[in-house]
């Protein structure tokens, strides 16, 4: 087993105690007015699974743990000290089967794609929409408040970022390596604005470093650089979730995409993962 399938089997297994957190505090949920303490617990741990995974590249993994979290969220906002449907217990405990199956076939080297995810786990999450309904803004905003010490400006980061990395990742395959080339370092001054809003310097000097990076290739090589530039920018994004924007490398000669040593930035940190290092009003 090579360093980078052990780190991230590491995490997986980690992962499962996060999931038995979950499911202690859902058996039984409808069984008497839902406990604010209970919801944060598992939204907590949602939460971790959420960001470690996005760190690990289980894509699948990191949306659906997002989804849930989601989930865990209208009810802290909207529910608390309200009897809690016997369905959406069962929803949401089914919801954590898919976790525990996608958890499982990731530890196998399996890869899911959309396809899975549309029809294992989407079904799932629209039937606790129909009883629950969307996050909203103001659910998020009831969520700052009741935790003065959260900064808004690091919920706008993830929340911005996140959404940039999106874009950017469904447009790699659609571009001409020129337009890449130009999307590219238009998406490195995107996150620079947002890294200055949080003062993350590492952040900040990474993007620049990929931008200068980028200016001095030529269009064939823009595609693997563009590549490279996402997973480091998805595990720098998961790491300031996380509270460790210590741990971003500063530059692309720091991250050294030919060894992949961003699971060396994170190694450390996988044991750790855990409910208290984690702020759930900081995941979007």
């Known amino acids: 087993m090579d360093r980078e399938q052990e780190i991230r089997l590491n995490f997986l297994a980690e992962a499962q105690s996060h999931l038995d957190a979950i499911e202690s505090n859902l058996i039984g949920l409808a069984d008497a007015p839902l406990e604010a303490e209970k919801v944060d617990l598992m939204l907590r741990a949602a939460h971790s699974v959420k960001g470690g995974a996005g760190m690990m590249n289980f894509k699948i993994l990191s949306r ?38 996608i958890s499982s076939e990731n530890s196998q080297g399996i890869a899911l794609n959309e396809t899975w995810y549309c029809d294992r786990a989407k079904p799932i999450f629209l039937q606790l929409k129909e009883h629950l309904g969307d996050l909203q803004q103001q659910d998020e905003d009831a969520l700052l408040s009741q935790d003065e010490g959260v900064n808004p400006a690091l919920i706008l980061f ?34 620079i604005a947002f890294g200055n809003m949080v003062s993350i ?43 460790k924007s210590n741990k971003i490398p500063s530059s692309l000669s720091q991250a050294n995409f030919g060894r992949d040593t961003s699971f060396d930035i994170v190694r450390e940190e996988i044991p ?5 290092e984690t702020d759930f009003a900081l995941a979007s």
Request: glycine fraction near 4%; charge should be negative.
């Open 158 to 191: 993830e929340e911005g970022v996140e959404a940039i990395l999106d874009r950017f990742e469904a447009q790699l395959a659609q571009l001409t390596l020129a337009e890449l080339g130009q999307e590219l370092a238009s998406t490195a001054t995107e996150l």
């Open 64 to 101: 659906s743990a997002h989804r849930l979290e989601d989930f865990f969220k209208i009810l802290r906002v909207r529910r608390t000290g309200d009897l809690i449907e016997t369905e959406v217990e069962i929803l949401l405990l089914r919801s954590l089967d898919i976790l525990r199956e």
């Open 272 to 276: 750790e993962f855990n409910d208290e």
């Open 201 to 243: 310097k590492p952040f900040i000097n990474l993007c620049e470093s990929i931008c200068q990076t980028a200016q001095s290739l030529s269009p064939k090589e823009i595609q693997g650089l563009a590549n490279q530039a996402l997973k480091i920018w998805r595990r720098s994004h998961a790491l300031v979730l996380r509270g």
